[in-house]
Nanobody, 119 residues
Framework: QVQLVESGGGLVQAGGSLRLSCAASGSIFSIDSMGWYRQAPGKQRELVAAITSGGSYADSVKGRFTISRDNAKNTVYLQMNSLKPEDTAVYYC???????????????WGQGTQVTVSS
């Protein structure tokens, strides 16, 4: 059983900052990559940022968001600066992980955290 728990969402004014955290726990052997997606009302879920050793970003957040991870804590972070109203969405973290050395890699998801940016 693996669980991903996000925290750090909330309401912020445009131009402000938030830091999201996502901690993975349970029967984890290894984590390959971790990432953040978001889904705004009426829109499809989209990739925001992902990290294995280095980070990659959607064009819409490059230069404003920074993804990082603490492997010892199985935790991924998303530092969001210069937030815009269009960043408003539910943010979901994910981890591509294995529960045993010989088992397959599968993707686990968090429950989501709401980020609302007011203009």
């Amino acid at each position: 059983q693996v669980q991903l728990v996000e925290s750090g969402g909330g309401l912020v004014q445009a131009g402000g900052s938030l830091r999201l955290s996502c901690a993975a726990s349970g029967s984890i052997f290894s984590i390959d990559s971790m990432g953040w997606y978001r889904q705004a009302p009426g829109k499809q879920r989209e990739l925001v940022a992902a990290i294995t050793s280095g980070g990659s970003y959607a064009d819409s957040v490059k230069g404003r968001f920074t993804i990082s991870r603490d492997n010892a804590k199985n935790t991924v972070y998303l530092q969001m600066n210069s937030l815009k109203p269009e960043d408003t969405a539910v943010y979901y973290c994910n981890a591509d992980l294995r529960t045993t050395a010989w088992g397959p890699t599968f993707r686990s998801w968090g429950q989501g955290t709401q980020v609302t940016v007011s203009s």
